[in-house]
């Protein structure tokens, strides 16, 4: 051991230092009072963990200047690392040592050319921070990397967003271009049916003056012949100029006419506000009757997602549903009272939006007792009688419409399908309408 006069011409480095302080605050722990320095007896009553952290510097200062107090920490190390102590002190560095460790035991047992062994160790832990700094700084740099990557991929995607954005605006921007195009055409003819009827008025005119010497009743009739002429010249000025046809206002009036006399018609044969549908008496008609026409299919095929809106979209459509085939399709793992409560609330929406005629048919063959279904307005709900298939009660409900009427049918049972196609009526999946009311 060297002379307690010996000392570093530098601070240990601070792992060394922590170190250090921390096998001194152990062994101060296990002295007992009377070998305890004066200086460190008020932190040996301390509890391990709080020694090292609360005397550090007390405990650094003792060792730096008690030489006994040094080798008795010594004594510890040695005691605990004799393989270390033993080659430190024959001047050898093990080379797979921790440098903390070695300049530590070095420095309290103080073996010949401790000082290079610590200064040594400073080096390594020089190196070791370094390159630690380094890696770090490396990781730093790849994390930049992949943030540079990431915002240019979001950079390109808003790039690609904002050229479909684009596109769909130059795509609006020619329709748009088209419709200005056809509204200055229907200008253009209403204009030149406006000098038309000009020129038919001022041919009146002319013929009124040239027939003022035929009498005052042939007088009469010219003028108002002129001020019938006027008054649709007036009617086509005002129509070009809220941007609507002669034709149009003559097919309102027709319109209006013939609402006029279908309401007067109704109240003079007593019709009834309200008429049943022929669904409302499906058990009256229990017979064969003519197929209905063919529902139109507009050139679409039975699984296409635009089906079921032009059918919907057709006047008077009856739309018949097999309840348990849809229900069962769309959310089958409810019970079937769930089933068809759910299907009940969509179904109700829909009508209410569409306003579209619809009959719901459930299988009550196996039913032992009635069910309440609370039917949304617009909607019917029928149950099969015992003994009698929801399959053949659709077919029935076919057969009772008259001829021409348009029907489309939802099932995903072939049969179903099938026989009601052959009967007139326009098969639907019951996917189409599944999607149809999730949309809704």
Aim: glycine share 6%; no cysteine.
């Amino acid at each position: 051991m060297s002379s307690a006069g010996e000392g570093l011409s530098r601070p240990l480095p601070e792992q060394v230092r922590l170190n250090v302080v921390d096998l001194a605050a152990t062994v101060l722990g296990t002295l007992p009072a009377v070998s305890v320095p004066p200086p460190l007896r008020g932190i040996a009553k301390f509890e391990a963990r709080k020694r090292a952290k609360l005397g550090s510097a007390p405990i650094a200062a003792q060792l730096e200047n008690d030489k006994k107090f040094r080798e008795l920490v010594a004594e510890s190390v040695a005691a605990g690392w004799p393989e270390l102590v033993a080659s430190l002190a024959d001047g050898h560095v093990p080379p797979a040592a921790d440098p903390v460790l070695v300049a530590a035991a070095a420095y309290l047992t103080r073996p010949p050319g401790w000082e290079e062994m610590i200064e040594l160790a400073r080096s390594d832990l020089q190196q070791s921070a370094a390159a630690a700094e380094g890696s770090e700084r490396e990781e730093v740099v790849s994390r930049l990397r992949e943030q540079l990557a990431a915002q240019k991929s979001a950079a390109k995607e808003e790039s690609d967003r904002l050229r479909e954005q684009l596109k769909l605006a130059r795509s609006e921007n020619s329709d748009l271009r088209r419709k200005l195009h056809d509204a200055r055409e229907r200008a253009k003819a209403a204009l030149a049916r406006t000098e038309e009827m000009e020129r038919v008025a001022e041919e009146a005119r002319t013929a009124a003056v040239a027939a003022g010497n035929a009498g005052e009743s042939e007088l009469r009739r010219l003028r108002e012949r002129l001020a019938d002429v006027e008054k649709q010249l007036e009617a086509s000025r005002r129509a070009a100029r809220e941007g609507r046809s002669l034709e149009d206002a003559r097919i309102r009036v027709l319109l209006d006419a013939l609402q006029d006399a279908s309401a007067g018609l109704r109240r003079e044969l007593g019709l009834p506000a309200t008429i049943s549908r022929p669904a409302d008496s499906v058990a009256a008609h229990p017979g064969e009757r003519p197929g209905v026409r063919g529902v139109p299919a507009r050139a679409l095929a039975d699984d296409d997602p635009q089906l079921l809106d032009q059918l919907l979209a057709i006047p008077q459509i009856h739309l018949i549903i097999d309840g348990y085939n849809v229900t069962k399709t769309g959310y089958g793992t409810l019970t079937l009272a769930d089933q068809r409560n759910r299907l009940m609330t969509n179904l109700g929406g829909l009508a209410a939006q569409t306003r579209v005629e619809m009959t719901v048919v459930f299988d009550g063959a196996e039913l032992n007792a009635p069910v309440q279904v609370v039917a949304p307005r617009g909607v019917r709900v029928l149950f099969s009688d015992p003994g009698e298939i929801a399959d053949d009660l659709i077919r029935q409900l076919v057969r009772v419409e008259p001829p021409g009427r348009a029907i489309a049918v939802v099932s995903s049972d072939r049969e179903v399908a099938e026989s009601v196609r052959r009967m007139g009526a326009r098969p639907v999946p019951s996917a189409l309408l599944l999607r149809r009311l999730g949309r809704a």
